[in-house]
């Protein structure tokens, strides 16, 4: 069975870094084809996919976000970690991790971690 | 870069009924379409990918069709377990996009 958990802080200052970790089991993210990957979504909001690291280090970020956003992965202790620089209010979002596992370029994601809601407020 | 909307944003069917939403994208995503539902309070859980290929434990009033630029999903016979919001998400491109949501309600 796969399970992936967020964890990280519920509220951050304007302008500070963001560090989110998911940690998962039932999958190793050094199998072929496997990817993490990151989706937000603000309160009423629709989703809105972030980041994501395949098996081989391979990395894919949203272009809107990509000058704030570094995805990295721990294969050793099941961990993937995503940072945001230069937070801001309208970052005030439920932060999703999700797996995939159909390889490079068909990327759908089953299943999704539980959540994590960060609130930016100074 | 590709454009995912979805309509109507909210439908209001009777339990039993037959539910339609729709998806479109702005160019073809070929066949590279996946749907989810998510509940309230809950992360979305994957219904169908590759247009209309259903996941693991979906059942089977659940369908999606289409491909290009208009995709369908067709609740066959809503229960009152499927009242939720539905995502639609391409990946035929880079980034991946989510549509706006449908909010499938009690009529």
């Known amino acids: 069975q796969i399970t992936l958990k967020e964890s990280g802080p519920t509220l951050v200052k304007p302008t500070q870094t963001l560090t989110l970790t998911c940690t998962f089991s039932g999958f190793s993210l050094s199998t072929s084809g496997v990817g993490v990957g990151w989706i937000r979504q603000p309160p009423g909001k629709a989703l809105e996919w972030l980041a994501l690291i395949y098996w081989d280090d391979d990395k894919r970020y949203s272009p809107s976000l990509k000058s704030r956003l570094t995805i990295t992965k721990d294969t050793s202790k099941n961990q993937v970690v995503l940072t945001m620089t230069n937070m801001d209010p309208v970052d005030t979002a439920t932060y999703y991790c999700a797996h995939h596992s159909s390889g490079y370029h068909l990327v759908w994601f089953d299943p999704w971690g539980q959540g994590t809601l960060v609130t930016v407020s100074s | 870069e590709i454009v995912m909307t979805q309509s109507p944003a909210t439908l209001s069917v009777s339990p039993g009924e037959r539910a339609t939403l729709s998806c479109r994208a702005s160019?073809?995503?070929?066949?590279?379409l996946a749907w989810y539902q998510q509940k309230p309070g809950q992360a979305p859980r994957l219904l169908i990918y590759?247009?209309?290929t259903r996941a693991t434990g979906i059942p089977a009033r659940f369908s999606g069709s289409g491909s290009g630029t208009e995709f369908t999903l067709t609740i066959s016979s809503l229960q009152s377990e499927d009242f939720a919001v539905y995502y639609c998400?391409?990946?035929?491109?880079?980034?991946?996009?989510f549509g706006g949501g449908t909010k499938v309600e009690i009529k």
């Open positions: 590759g247009a209309s």
């Open positions: 998400q391409q990946y035929n491109n880079w980034p991946l996009l």
């Open positions: 160019q073809s995503v070929s066949s590279n």
